[in-house]
């Protein structure tokens, strides 16, 4: 019975994924896609919570669901002209964009038939949340504090640049 449960789960999360999806790429205004951008990243963090990846959905709703889709609305708001009537908000690039498509998918349903697919019946054992947190602060603490490093010159980099402007 649980299984069927979290079977319909799986699909539900799966319906909104692909419906937000779609919404994203055919809505004409660029808020309302980054609202549905936002709905279709919390259900992905949904479906890391049904494969009890609890830290990678933490950090799915940190970072992309607050900060990136923030700042996509930050810049949204702040474009000026946005419902300008003189800016076009069509694609001319229709047919190249659907025969892109239509190739991936094929693409990607032959190597996923042709993959043989290994099932597990147990999960992983402990907390992995946990073990995560004790090897990013005692194994990989030099390479997590470089990238810690990185990102402030990359922010002060971005604050120089819009400075100058």
Known sequence: MENGI??????????????SGIMVVTLKNIFHSALFL?????????????LSAEFVAAVQVLIYVGAITVLMIFAIMLTAQLY????????????????????????TLVA??????????????????????????????????VVSLVLIAALIGAIIIARKE
């Open 112 to 145: 996923l038939s042709r993959t043989s697919w290994r099932v597990v019946s147990q999960g992983i054992e402990g907390q992995t949340t946990i073990s995560i947190g004790k090897a990013l602060l005692t194994t990989y603490v030099l390479p997590f504090e």
């Open 38 to 50: 936002v709905l279709c990243l919390f259900s992905v963090a949904g479906i890391y919570i049904l």
């Open 84 to 107: 300008s009537t003189s800016v076009r908000q069509s694609n001319e690039q229709v047919i190249p964009g659907i025969i892109i498509v239509v190739t991936l998918l094929v693409v």
């Open 6 to 19: 979290l079977a319909l789960v799986f699909y539900i999360f799966s319906g909104i994924i692909v419906g």
